[in-house]
């Protein structure tokens, strides 16, 4: 590696610890000496594990939609998986860049977590200010894995030196935190219903 590119690769470590906004002991971890070979084998299976958790949601959300009976709620979430389907297809474009063939591999974590958000739904009063606070909670808690999960993948991706599959990446983490902004503001103001009416 030449003596530019080192000097790129450092640069685009320092925006990408500011924008994930990642502590130093992970940095420091980021530029411990691995194999490449055991860094491309972590990034391909947890690339497969999120591609199995976007598909899987994909399916889930519709059903969440149409639990929500706030419209602004409703459509954030869908806004969600519209964004979702994107995300796959970006995944895809990832496999294919990296010449691995796009299987899925099973999120127990994600699984959980969409399985307690159907739970909501039949544990829940139809039209309710509480069920669409509980839905909000359970959205933000799959998004925040998935951030988690983003996060690591553009950490792993840079370290590798792929910097056409991190930019690929670090638009799905961007929209991630966008959609957990809309709905941490959406909780707020129907918590604060739910508490005046109480």
């Given at each position: 590696m030449d003596f530019?590119?080192?000097?790129?690769?450092a640069i685009n470590l320092d925006i990408l610890i500011y924008r994930?906004?990642?502590?130093?002991a992970t940095v420091m971890i980021i530029q411990a000496k691995y194999?490449?070979?055991e860094f491309e084998q972590l990034f391909i299976d947890l690339i497969k594990k999120i591609y199995w958790a976007e598909r899987h949601l994909a399916r889930v959300l519709p059903k969440i939609i149409s639990g929500v009976s706030c419209h602004k709620i409703s459509h954030a979430i869908y806004k969600h998986l519209e964004d979702t389907q994107e995300h796959v297809n970006r995944l895809e474009e990832v496999f294919k860049n990296l010449q691995v063939k796009s299987h899925p591999k099973k999120c127990h974590k994600i699984e959980g977590l969409l399985k307690e958000a159907r739970t909501i739904i039949d544990?829940?009063?139809?039209d309710s200010m509480l069920r669409d606070a509980d839905i909000i909670i359970a959205s933000q808690r799959v998004l925040h894995y998935k951030i988690s999960s983003y996060g690591s993948l553009v950490k792993i991706a840079v370290k590798m030196e792929i910097k056409d599959i991190a930019e690929i990446l670090i638009k799905t983490l961007d929209e991630e935190r966008e959609t957990d902004s809309i709905l941490t503001r959406l909780a707020i103001s129907r918590i604060q219903k739910v508490s005046i009416r109480a």
């Open positions: 530019y590119y080192r000097s790129w690769l994930i906004n990642l502590p130093h194999s490449t070979q544990d829940t009063a139809a």
